[in-house]
């Protein structure tokens, strides 16, 4: 079975831009969190879909958005770009968002 | 609140043992660990449940103390392919999906 998906893998942008990251989760899982990670720090939660609702959102500015879609993909959209998101950003899916989160090999995002 | 992990940083030579710790300030119900290697994604290894019984993974092992609010992670006759930076996540926020992780433990095992 294919496990969680992102993309792109790199990403290179200037301060102001605007970013859409997406994420495909694992088949049959309807949930869907994306955690930031900087380096040398643990994934910081940022967002939990599920069945395209937003259940949960961590301490992140409202530059941070996402959706869900109905076949469960997701996207993650950061406005006005700052250096400081500059980070790996993690995508996990759950069945049902209470259980495991399996994660995707991550989006590395640069802001120059 | 993040939970607070212990040691930073260990190396072992292959075969050697290794704990490490992970504590909060807050109540717990559950204790998840993770192992990233450098460059990928975190990988999960085990959930621990309040009540539940000590898991495993391999040889890996790892117990949780409602109690003392902590949990350890027990890796034994470790491999090379143990490397890695280990994390403990703790659900916050009143739900049990929003993960708070540690700052991480980065275990080198050496030949």
């Known amino acids: 079975d294919a496990g969680v998906t992102q993309s792109p893998t790199h990403l290179i942008k200037t301060r102001g831009q605007h970013v859409t990251l997406r994420c495909s989760p694992i088949?049959?899982?309807?949930?869907v969190s994306w955690y930031q990670q900087v380096l040398g720090q643990g994934p910081q939660f940022i967002f939990q879909?599920?069945?395209?609702?937003?259940?949960g959102r961590g301490n992140f500015p409202d530059r941070f958005s996402a959706r869900q879609f109905p076949n469960y993909s997701s996207e993650l959209n950061v406005n006005a770009l700052l250096l400081g998101d500059s980070a790996l950003y993690l995508c996990?899916?759950?069945?049902?968002?209470?259980?495991?989160?399996?994660f995707g090999p991550g989006t590395r995002l640069l802001v120059l | 609140q993040q939970p607070v992990q212990s040691p930073q940083a260990v190396i072992l030579r292959e075969g050697e043992d290794a704990v490490i710790n992970c504590s909060s300030s807050k109540a717990l119900y559950s204790v998840h660990w993770y192992r990233q290697k450098h460059g990928e994604a975190p990988v999960f290894l085990m959930i621990l449940l309040k009540g539940g019984e000590q898991k495993g993974h391999e040889k890996i092992s790892a117990s949780f103390n409602e109690k003392k609010q902590q949990s350890s992670l027990y890796l034994t006759a470790s491999q090379l392919s143990y490397s890695g930076t280990y994390f403990c996540g703790f659900p916050r926020g009143g739900s049990n999906y929003k993960l708070t992780f540690g700052k991480g433990t980065l275990l080198t095992v050496n030949p």
């Open positions: 996990a899916s759950s069945k049902g968002g209470f259980e495991t989160q399996y």
């Open positions: 088949s049959g899982h309807k949930s």
């Open positions: 879909y599920y069945e395209k609702e937003e259940r």
